[in-house]
């Protein structure tokens, strides 16, 4: 069976655009209205920056078999158990007669601060899998195959995300392969051991430059962790639980 990978490669360039795009749309419009943000928050506050991949995660899941198939956005009804808290509120979900297929999310960092904002993504990433596992182990999502959780973060490409970084540790030493690495490059690292670690489907890191609004340029780190991998895994995914209902 061949997969409807749904033109990605030109719904990934307009996802793009449509990010830069609504950000100086929300700033502006904050400007407007005489109450911006600080820094980068304007272009953040006003949601919906990840709508384009939202919508090419939705022609995946209907061009794969599944078109009858429940996708949820709104915040009403994106919420999911939790085993250490009552509730997470995903980005988006995919449910069939019941059964939860995928659990999404899409996040996204600009600069110029992106030290404080790695950690907290990190944490919140590796605390949210966890916290899921734990509840389908428990069965708070019904005796079903395991669902598909997918993180998908979109990274600023600019200087103060690719210049090497120092770390302090003054008692053990920091593993090699984190002394020295950019934002960019421990963003690499964390969405492959996500997925090694099994916490993640796939986990895909996204670069773009503030001035991709007009060409909707994107770049990955690895293969493991591309936009393609991200895609095609999720495409198999819905196609096998399509299979399953023949």
């Not at 009552?86 to 996040?107: F, H, M, S, Y």
């Not at 950690?119 to 734990?134: L, P, Q, V, Y």
């Not at 509840?135 to 998908?152: D, N, Q, S, T, V």
């Amino acid at each position: 069976m061949t997969l409807n990978l749904a033109n990605y490669e030109r719904q990934a360039k307009e996802a793009v655009m449509a990010f830069w795009g609504n950000r100086e749309k929300a700033r502006q419009k904050q400007i407007e209205a005489g109450k911006a943000d600080q820094g980068e928050r304007a272009g953040v506050t006003a949601g919906k920056n990840m709508d384009g991949f939202a919508a090419l995660i939705i022609d995946i899941v209907k061009g794969n078999g599944l078109a009858h198939a429940q996708i949820h956005q709104e915040r009403r009804v994106i919420t999911l158990p939790g085993f250490f808290r009552p509730t997470k509120l995903w980005d988006l979900l995919v449910i069939n007669r019941g059964q939860l297929i995928a659990a999404i999310e899409l996040k996204s960092q600009v600069g110029p601060s992106f030290g404080n904002n790695f950690n907290n993504r990190t944490e919140e990433a590796i605390g949210t899998a966890h916290d899921f596992w734990t509840a389908y182990r428990e069965g708070a999502f019904g005796k079903h195959p395991r669902p598909y959780i997918g993180w998908m973060m979109l990274v600023e490409d600019a200087p103060e995300s690719r210049r090497p970084v120092r770390d302090a540790s003054p008692h053990f030493p920091v593993f090699p392969e984190f002394q020295g690495a950019s934002y960019l490059k421990r963003y690499d690292i964390l969405c492959q051991r996500l997925v090694q670690e099994q916490l993640y489907t796939t986990a895909c890191l996204m670069t773009s430059p503030r001035d991709a609004a007009t060409s909707g340029t994107y770049s990955d780190l690895s293969e493991m962790t591309s936009f393609k991998t991200f895609i095609t895994s999720l495409a198999g995914h819905i196609a096998a639980e399509a299979a399953r209902e023949l």
